[in-house]
């Protein structure tokens, strides 16, 4: 798996009681027990406590995402942001 599967996992198992070993990556957010609310909090909480971008769009997860696809989401933000950083250059 990915470099951000298991600190995302841990944080739904710390921050909403999900057992992690139920968490997989065809489970759909609402397989685990998500609403949107819950959406909401886990991207604050990502951003908070982990320092993650987290992905930009009018609805970046929703409940039928799947928890690889909110993985690989919030990767392909974390890359974004590295590139604009590093193509930003010093500053004149």
């Known amino acids: 798996m990915t470099s951000l599967y298991e600190?995302?996992?841990s944080c739904l198992g710390r921050?909403?009681?999900i057992?992690?070993?139920?968490i997989r990556p065809?489970?759909?957010m609402e397989d685990l027990g998500m609403d949107s609310l819950a959406l909401v909090e886990l991207m604050c909480v990502?951003?908070?406590d982990l320092g993650l971008r987290i992905p930009s769009g009018d609805d970046p997860l929703s409940l039928r995402t799947t928890f690889a696809e909110a993985v690989a989401a919030v990767?392909?933000?974390q890359r974004?942001?590295?590139s604009v950083a590093g193509s930003a250059g010093p500053a004149a």
């Open 7 to 9: 600190p995302i996992r």
């Open 15 to 17: 921050y909403f009681d």
């Open 19 to 22: 057992p992690v070993e139920t």
């Open 26 to 28: 065809e489970s759909t």
């Open 46 to 48: 990502l951003k908070d």
């Open 75 to 77: 990767e392909a933000a």
């Open 80 to 82: 974004a942001s590295e």
